[in-house]
């Protein structure tokens, strides 16, 4: 709990006038002094009071309140923000501009509040058996691969990896850019290797997008990850995948969304 708070005095008023104005509140002996200048420029002190016989709000608006004070604010807590210690992440400039640090504060991905597993969908082959990305390659651990069966009965065939409707297979690992969407989606943070993605812990789903399909090939890929979260509502998470997104790195040029109803 702070005990102390910064105050700015008014220019030419001696603070310790403040501490002596301010050592009996409410009644009470708060044990108000001032503890050291913070800053001389900005007319800044740092008051410190006994918590035991006041409170940290009643102390508060009672140095706002005073006549000779400007400002005040309880002297909070400083932390570090996370930073993974991955070698790569100081090139890593977008993570600057989508503020990532503030998010990491929050969460770092991995599971919801609810204990759902996050899975976003990559709409492109990634290279996921990547050092850097195999720990948070998504599974379907309902089928068993390579036995030519449905065995989760969401209609697709060993369907282990993520899905590739071009083949009808789970072949969808390779390709450079989307290896690099996936590092920049869910890179393993704070292993101390490579880089950090935005998520350092979230199960990535690929599905297979050839650089020339048409439309019938996109709805295609969208309709995995549809099916998959259908799936995962209906038998309460048992099977299925919790897609929370998707990402697709495309378009068509000149395109109109009323051309794509």
């Known amino acids: 709990r702070t005990q102390s708070a910064a105050a700015m005095c008014v220019a030419g008023t001696e603070v310790r006038t403040i501490a002596r104005d301010l050592a ?7 044990g108000l002094r001032v503890e050291r200048e913070v800053s001389a420029p900005m007319r800044t002190w740092l008051l410190h009071f006994d918590p035991a016989v006041a409170e940290q709000p009643v102390m508060l608006r009672a140095v706002r309140n005073h006549p000779a004070v400007q400002v005040a604010q309880n002297n909070h807590r400083q932390k570090p923000r996370a930073i993974p210690n991955d070698d790569a992440y ?9 503020d990532s640090e503030g998010a990491w504060d929050i969460s770092t991905g991995g599971v919801t509040a609810d204990g759902d597993t996050i899975v976003v969908c990559i709409i492109e082959n990634c290279d996921l058996p990547h050092p ?33 409707p071009i083949s009808g297979t789970d072949e969808a690992y390779g390709g450079s850019h989307g290896t690099e969407v996936a590092g920049m989606i869910g890179a393993a ?3 101390a290797q ?9 199960k990535m789903m ?3 997008h050839a650089g ?14 549809l099916v998959m979260r ?3 509502n209906a038998t309460n998470g048992e099977r299925g995948a919790y897609v929370v997104a998707t990402n697709a790195s495309w378009g068509t040029d000149g395109g109109q969304p009323a051309d794509a109803p």
Do not use: K
């Open 24 to 30: 009996m509140v409410n009644g009470r002996s708060t």
């Open 90 to 98: 100081g090139e890593q400039w977008h993570h600057a501009n989508i």
């Open 132 to 164: 850097d990305l195999i720990a948070n390659a998504w599974f379907n651990h309902n089928e068993v691969p390579d036995n030519g069966q449905d065995d989760d009965g969401n209609g697709y065939v060993d369907d282990y990896r993520g899905w590739n």
């Open 189 to 191: 943070g704070n292993n």
């Open 194 to 202: 490579g880089v950090a993605g935005a998520n350092w812990s979230v």
């Open 206 to 208: 690929p599905v297979f």
């Open 212 to 225: 020339d399909a048409d439309d019938a090939g996109v709805v295609a890929c969208y309709t995995y990850p």
């Open 230 to 232: 259908r799936l995962y």
